[in-house]
């Protein structure tokens, strides 16, 4: 049964939006039709989680099995979260407005290491016990008796356990794939690896295993034969931190699963709030073999995986048409590394060169930077560079196999300048194994000489803005065996920071060591640290990444830290607990693996990640961190030779690499066309849940519409053509309106039908359109016409009140000629106006008795200048209280009509 949701979205929630569920491509399958129903829930805001790609992939992909549905949950904004709390209402999934335990499964997405206090509080919200055991043993109907079976069979739709009234959860993401055991208290399971392949297969057990009636126990037992699933329950830690199974008929160690890209996937939800990513992703290359030492994504994708160069072009066309963005990005772990990247960049920027779009890459190799991707990435709309680094010395990047000459990064740097770039943002870390004080300020003296060397005459130095970040070591990396100090975090950056105050044109941001430490203590963990993240959480840790619950979170963690009595293991890394850099006092030589096997920090001591199988071989990251010891590069595999690191074979595949394409001849950059050869008015109405739904996020639905429409919209000229759509004026936030009107401006005449049709058919439902003209090109905007304004107001008195009351206070206000009200200016100044001036017509609509309060439907109009001359429902309220003495509320307003002048 669906959550009565309609009181707690209400336009004093910030983005209301966020909750509706009503984007477009949003999947709505009815109930009753499916048996497993889904919630795959991304731990973040709604900003965050709607925009990630792996979000909408999945959720593509488990909406396109016949007898499943998949809804979405986001973590909600903490105004929503105090209203569910204080109305004792369950979390519920944006799109079917249903509790999350009305659901079979629930999958959250671990992607960072401080992350599961997030998924907890989700798991508080909606009612749901946070641990696997609390789940199985508060189960509501048995353990598979035959009684409550026959009660489940009854029931038109039996959960997909006949021993809990709970879903199951699981977690799926790199941070999961990468070490579970932190958070194996909290999760049924996990999914390991790519889900594309692996959660469909989940999906029909759970079928079958709802048909046959299984336990939860007899369930998981299933799902726990699956490649890539990982069930924690059927696992026991030993004293020295590993992982064994506890029964013979589960496998010894878990395979991380490998999947195909399918861009086609990408395609899909297209929020109506504006999101971190706010445009159209297609995913090119998945999987990295550069072999960066330091690198967890690059060593848990692998092998690296082209997508075909025709299947990318024809998914970003046919993204943008339904989608309606003007902005697309391609994504990689290393887009350079797509050797197609130039052909199909030029490609799409020729074929849509007409309709404004621009591309976008994440952090690329500076050393494949050349004039071909500047070419796709240049253009009207000049999006920002990103390059990464890593170390300010030759010899560090040696040492981290970052593959990067300096010759190279300049070469990339100086290209960009020499192609319009003025800032161009460097990514380094510090705290990498081996690293000296010298190596740190060589970051400051490699950005002084790029600086240098792009200088000329008539152009403004290069400016960089510079993240450096504090590395922490992760599992399945070489250097998953070093020991970072936070102390010596914090000195470098100091060292750093003096150095940057003497360098113009040079930003430079540090990571917060708090967080950095936190990170390795949780990612580098075992099962012992469940308690501490519960506690954590209980204590207010939550959103941690974010700037603003920094210290909150970091007092919580380091609380429940001591309560857990693990201060002695979160000193060791506050402190630097070893080095695998250190030297020998009498030789200086640095100390091998094979030389620290009698210490207690062995090589080859199991850690508690051990019994993941990445395909990665344990011994060959022992071997390339001897090599990190000599500086010894890799060579990128992809590429050249096969470096031997394990992954290739049956279980994970091969390396892909396509023969690029040849580059297309660059058709020209976008020209704005601002030729208005027509003008088109627009009378619509703004309903239901549009109606919470901003005045600035409507403004971007109706360009997105335009270009789904395929409407030859004019543009205006200068640095940043916008398309030239006019909304006469805006509507206060949860306000309905029958009247609205809009203008729309275009490069050659269109019949006003056909416009009205094309317009309508793209349109959210709750948009309806009323009424279509043609108007003079030359004719006044509507927003400057504005005269009046017609609204109906639901008003409340806060006293029992007859109609005949409502009408004598209604006659009361018509027969004042004077009604003062005190305004306070945008300048702060206050200033009296006379607000029965503004008020054209009154009058009472209609009453209802059969409600607590006396509520009564009042009709104004009223004027509505764009000079300020303005009368709002507020104000209506004012004079009512005026001449009634009686407080009223404000239910709701609807905007009957604009009145617009001659």
Same mark, same amino acid.
């Given at each position: 049964?669906?959550?009565?949701?309609?009181?707690?979205?209400?336009?004093?929630?910030?983005?209301?939006?966020?909750?509706?569920?009503?984007?477009?491509?949003?999947?709505?399958?009815?109930?009753e039709?499916?048996?497993?129903?889904? @919630?795959?829930t991304?731990?973040?805001?709604?900003?965050?989680?709607?925009?990630?790609?792996?979000?909408?992939?999945?959720?593509?992909?488990?909406?396109?099995?016949?007898?499943?549905?998949?809804?979405?949950? #986001?973590?909600?904004?903490?105004?929503? +979260?105090?209203?569910?709390?204080?109305?004792?209402?369950?979390?519920?999934?944006?799109?079917?407005?249903?509790?999350?335990?009305?659901?079979?499964? $629930?999958?959250?997405?671990l992607?960072?290491?401080?992350?599961?206090?997030?998924?907890?509080?989700?798991?508080?919200?909606?009612?749901?016990?946070?641990?696997?055991?609390?789940?199985?043993?508060?189960?509501?109907?048995?353990?598979?008796?035959?009684?409550?079976?026959?009660?489940?069979?009854?029931?038109?739709? %039996?959960?997909?356990?006949?021993?809990?009234?709970?879903?199951?959860?699981?977690?799926?993401?790199?941070?999961?794939?990468?070490?579970?055991e932190?958070?194996?208290?909290?999760?049924?399971?996990?999914?390991?690896?790519?889900?594309?392949?692996?959660l469909?297969e989940?999906?029909?057990?759970?079928?079958e295993?709802k048909?046959?009636?299984?336990?939860?126990?007899?369930?998981?037992?299933?799902?726990?034969?699956?490649?890539?699933?990982?069930?924690?329950?059927?696992?026991?830690?030993?004293?020295?931190?590993?992982?064994?199974?506890?029964?013979?008929?589960?496998?010894?160690?878990?395979?991380?699963?490998?999947?195909?890209?399918i861009?086609?996937?990408?395609?899909?939800l @297209?929020?109506?709030?504006?999101?971190?990513?706010?445009?159209?992703?297609?995913?090119?290359?998945?999987?990295?073999?550069?072999?960066?030492?330091?690198?967890?994504?690059?060593?848990l994708?692998?092998?690296?995986?082209?997508?075909?160069?025709?299947?990318?072009?024809?998914?970003?066309?046919?993204?943008?048409?339904a989608?309606? #963005?003007?902005?697309?990005?391609?994504?990689?772990?290393?887009?350079?590394?797509?050797?197609?990247?130039?052909?199909?960049?030029?490609?799409?920027?020729?074929?849509?060169?007409?309709? /404004?779009?621009?591309?976008?890459?994440?952090?690329q190799?500076?050393?494949?930077?050349?004039? /071909?991707?500047? /070419?796709?990435?240049?253009?009207?709309?000049?999006?920002?560079?990103?390059?990464?680094?890593?170390a300010?010395?030759?010899?560090?990047?040696?040492?981290v196999?970052?593959?990067?000459?300096?010759?190279e990064?300049?070469?990339?740097?100086?290209?960009?300048?020499?192609?319009?770039?003025?800032?161009?943002?460097?990514?380094?870390?510090?705290?990498?194994?081996?690293?000296?004080?010298?190596d740190?300020?060589g970051?400051?003296?490699?950005?002084?000489?790029?600086?240098?060397?792009?200088?000329?005459?008539?152009r403004?130095?290069?400016?960089?803005?510079?993240?450096?970040?504090?590395?922490?070591?992760?599992?399945?990396?070489?250097?998953?065996?070093? +020991?970072?100090?936070?102390?010596?975090?914090?000195?470098?950056?100091?060292?750093?920071?003096?150095?940057?105050?003497?360098?113009?044109?040079?930003?430079?941001?540090?990571?917060?060591?708090?967080?950095?430490?936190?990170?390795?203590?949780?990612?580098?963990?075992?099962?012992t640290?469940?308690k501490?993240?519960?506690?954590?959480?209980?204590l207010?840790?939550?959103?941690d990444?974010? #700037?603003d619950n920094?210290?909150?979170?970091?007092?919580?963690?380091?609380?429940?830290?001591?309560?857990?009595?693990?201060?002695?293991? #979160?000193?060791?890394?506050?402190?630097?607990?070893?080095?695998?850099?250190?030297?020998?006092?009498?030789?200086?030589?640095?100390?091998?693996?094979?030389?620290?096997?009698?210490?207690?920090?062995?090589?080859?001591? %199991?850690?508690?990640?051990?019994?993941?199988?990445?395909?990665?071989?344990?011994?060959?990251?022992?071997?390339d961190?001897?090599?990190?010891?000599?500086?010894?590069?890799?060579?990128?595999?992809?590429?050249?030779?096969?470096?031997?690191?394990?992954?290739?074979?049956?279980?994970?595949?091969?390396?892909? @690499?396509?023969e690029?394409?040849?580059?297309p001849?660059?058709?020209?950059?976008?020209?704005?066309?601002?030729?208005?050869?027509?003008?088109?008015?627009?009378?619509?109405?703004?309903?239901?849940?549009?109606?919470?739904? +901003?005045?600035?996020?409507?403004?971007? $639905?109706?360009?997105?519409?335009?270009?789904?429409?395929?409407?030859?919209?004019?543009?205006?000229?200068?640095?940043?053509p916008?398309?030239?759509?006019?909304?006469?004026?805006a509507l206060?936030?949860?306000?309905?309106?029958?009247?609205?009107?809009?203008?729309?401006?275009?490069?050659?005449?269109?019949?006003?039908?056909t416009?009205?049709?094309?317009?309508?058919?793209?349109?959210?439902?709750?948009?309806?359109?009323?009424?279509?003209?043609?108007?003079?090109?030359?004719?006044?905007?509507?927003?400057q016409?504005l005269?009046?304004a017609?609204?109906?107001?639901?008003?409340?008195?806060?006293?029992?009140?007859?109609?005949?009351?409502?009408?004598?206070?209604?006659?009361?206000?018509?027969?004042?000629?004077?009604?003062?009200?005190?305004?306070?200016?945008k300048?702060?100044?206050?200033?009296?106006?006379?607000?029965?001036?503004?008020?054209?017509?009154?009058?009472?609509?209609?009453?209802?008795?059969?409600?607590?309060e006396?509520?009564s439907?009042?009709r104004?109009?009223?004027?509505?200048?764009?000079?300020?001359?303005?009368?709002?429902?507020?104000?209506?309220?004012?004079?009512?209280?005026a001449?009634?003495?009686?407080?009223?509320?404000?239910?709701?307003?609807?905007?009957?009509?604009?009145?617009?002048?001659?």
């Amino acid at each position: 049964m669906a959550v009565a949701v309609e009181k707690l979205i209400t336009p004093d929630i910030l983005k209301p939006g966020r909750y509706l569920g009503n984007e477009r491509l949003a999947v709505h399958k009815p109930w009753e039709t499916t048996t497993i129903r889904w @919630v795959l829930t991304y731990p973040e805001v709604y900003e965050v989680g709607a925009s990630n790609l792996g979000h909408i992939i999945l959720y593509n992909i488990l909406n396109a099995q016949k007898s499943q549905l998949c809804d979405r949950a #986001y973590l909600p904004g903490q105004d929503l +979260s105090a209203k569910l709390r204080e109305t004792n209402t369950p979390l519920f999934a944006v799109e079917s407005k249903r509790s999350l335990t009305e659901f079979d499964i $629930l999958g959250f997405s671990l992607s960072y290491e401080l992350g599961a206090t997030n998924i907890l509080e989700m798991l508080d919200l909606a009612g749901i016990p946070l641990t696997w055991q609390e789940r199985r043993d508060v189960g509501t109907r048995g353990h598979g008796d035959t009684e409550n079976k026959e009660n489940i069979t009854a029931s038109p739709h %039996p959960p997909v356990t006949a021993s809990s009234s709970y879903p199951l959860i699981f977690a799926g993401g790199q941070t999961a794939t990468s070490n579970p055991e932190p958070y194996a208290d909290f999760f049924d399971f996990f999914a390991l690896g790519d889900g594309e392949e692996l959660l469909p297969e989940i999906g029909l057990v759970l079928e079958e295993g709802k048909k046959a009636l299984l336990s939860r126990e007899e369930l998981l037992l299933d799902l726990a034969q699956i490649p890539g699933v990982y069930v924690p329950q059927f696992y026991q830690m030993a004293d020295d931190g590993s992982v064994h199974p506890l029964r013979p008929d589960v496998p010894k160690r878990i395979l991380r699963r490998v999947a195909t890209p399918i861009p086609a996937y990408s395609i899909g939800l @297209v929020p109506y709030v504006e999101t971190v990513h706010d445009r159209l992703t297609i995913e090119i290359r998945r999987g990295c073999t550069r072999g960066c030492r330091f690198c967890q994504p690059g060593m848990l994708t692998r092998p690296a995986r082209d997508v075909e160069p025709d299947k990318v072009v024809e998914a970003i066309e046919q993204g943008m048409r339904a989608t309606g #963005y003007n902005e697309f990005s391609l994504l990689s772990l290393s887009c350079s590394d797509y050797l197609s990247l130039p052909a199909v960049g030029m490609e799409i920027k020729n074929r849509l060169r007409n309709e /404004n779009i621009s591309l976008t890459l994440p952090s690329q190799r500076v050393d494949r930077f050349d004039e /071909n991707i500047a /070419n796709i990435l240049g253009g009207t709309r000049q999006g920002g560079l990103t390059f990464a680094p890593e170390a300010g010395t030759q010899r560090m990047r040696d040492i981290v196999n970052k593959g990067l000459t300096n010759e190279e990064l300049l070469r990339g740097v100086k290209t960009a300048w020499e192609q319009g770039w003025e800032k161009i943002k460097l990514y380094f870390m510090i705290g990498l194994p081996g690293e000296t004080d010298a190596d740190v300020l060589g970051i400051a003296e490699t950005v002084s000489w790029l600086q240098r060397e792009c200088r000329g005459k008539g152009r403004k130095p290069l400016n960089f803005n510079l993240t450096i970040s504090n590395f922490t070591p992760k599992p399945h990396t070489p250097f998953q065996w070093h +020991s970072v100090s936070t102390s010596e975090f914090k000195r470098k950056q100091n060292l750093l920071r003096q150095e940057f105050r003497r360098i113009k044109g040079a930003k430079a941001n540090f990571t917060d060591v708090r967080i950095s430490a936190m990170e390795d203590f949780i990612g580098r963990g075992d099962r012992t640290l469940g308690k501490v993240l519960r506690r954590a959480w209980e204590l207010g840790a939550g959103m941690d990444s974010w #700037y603003d619950n920094l210290d909150k979170a970091f007092t919580a963690w380091e609380d429940a830290i001591a309560q857990a009595d693990l201060d002695w293991k #979160y000193r060791q890394i506050e402190n630097g607990e070893w080095n695998v850099f250190q030297k020998e006092e009498q030789s200086g030589e640095f100390l091998t693996p094979d030389s620290r096997l009698a210490t207690p920090h062995s090589f080859d001591a %199991p850690l508690p990640w051990d019994h993941i199988d990445t395909g990665i071989d344990k011994k060959w990251l022992k071997e390339d961190l001897e090599r990190a010891l000599a500086a010894a590069i890799v060579p990128d595999c992809s590429f050249e030779g096969c470096s031997h690191c394990g992954v290739c074979g049956t279980d994970f595949g091969h390396n892909i @690499v396509i023969e690029p394409p040849a580059v297309p001849k660059f058709a020209g950059e976008f020209v704005p066309n601002t030729t208005r050869t027509q003008r088109i008015r627009v009378w619509f109405g703004k309903q239901g849940n549009m109606a919470l739904v +901003s005045h600035l996020d409507l403004i971007r $639905l109706f360009d997105r519409v335009v270009r789904r429409a395929g409407l030859p919209i004019a543009f205006t000229g200068g640095f940043h053509p916008m398309p030239r759509i006019s909304l006469a004026t805006a509507l206060a936030l949860g306000a309905t309106s029958s009247g609205e009107i809009a203008d729309f401006e275009l490069t050659m005449p269109v019949p006003v039908d056909t416009f009205q049709e094309k317009l309508a058919k793209e349109m959210p439902i709750d948009i309806p359109i009323y009424y279509v003209a043609q108007i003079d090109v030359k004719a006044k905007a509507a927003s400057q016409l504005l005269e009046a304004a017609e609204y109906l107001m639901t008003v409340a008195a806060a006293n029992e009140v007859t109609p005949a009351q409502w009408q004598n206070w209604i006659d009361s206000i018509k027969a004042k000629d004077e009604l003062w009200y005190e305004q306070t200016t945008k300048s702060g100044k206050s200033q009296l106006i006379n607000l029965r001036d503004r008020l054209f017509e009154l009058e009472l609509v209609e009453t209802d008795k059969n409600r607590a309060e006396c509520i009564s439907v009042i009709r104004y109009l009223g004027s509505y200048r764009q000079d300020g001359w303005l009368l709002r429902p507020e104000q209506i309220v004012f004079m009512l209280e005026a001449v009634a003495n009686v407080e009223f509320q404000i239910l709701h307003i609807h905007r009957n009509r604009l009145v617009l002048g001659v």
